[in-house]
Nanobody
């Protein structure tokens, strides 16, 4: 059974930092492209960052230079380091991968950026 457990979301002031984690199980993590999405209230879920099995990252334009995605294949864990957070980063953040033709999602972790 594929499982994702996200953590690390919190309330943080603008300019602050957070590190999100996604612990996975039930599939071969080291072979899969992994990514983070986010969904703000009243908005569609959007891509944030992704990382290939070999560690090559890609980012959405509005998080480039502020967020860093990484992975620990030995631990089956995906990370998202978020720096210089802005109020518009407020959202639920989700870990995701596609297995076969099936998208797999975690339960999400809430990030709120507010003074």
């Amino acid at each position: 059974q594929v499982q994702f457990v996200e953590s690390g979301g919190d309330l943080v002031q603008p300019g602050g930092s957070l590190r999100l984690s996604c612990v996975t199980s039930g599939f071969t993590f080291s072979s899969n492209f992994m990514d983070w999405y986010r969904q703000a209230p009243g908005k569609q879920r959007e891509f944030v960052a992704g990382i290939s099995a070999g560690g090559d990252p890609i980012y959405a334009d509005d998080v480039k230079d502020r967020f860093t995605i990484s992975r620990d294949n030995a631990k089956g864990t995906l990370y998202l380091q978020m720096n210089n957070l802005k109020p518009e980063d407020t959202a639920a953040y989700y870990c995701h991968t596609t297995l076969g033709f099936q998208g797999n999602w975690g339960q999400g972790t809430q990030v709120t950026v507010s003074s």
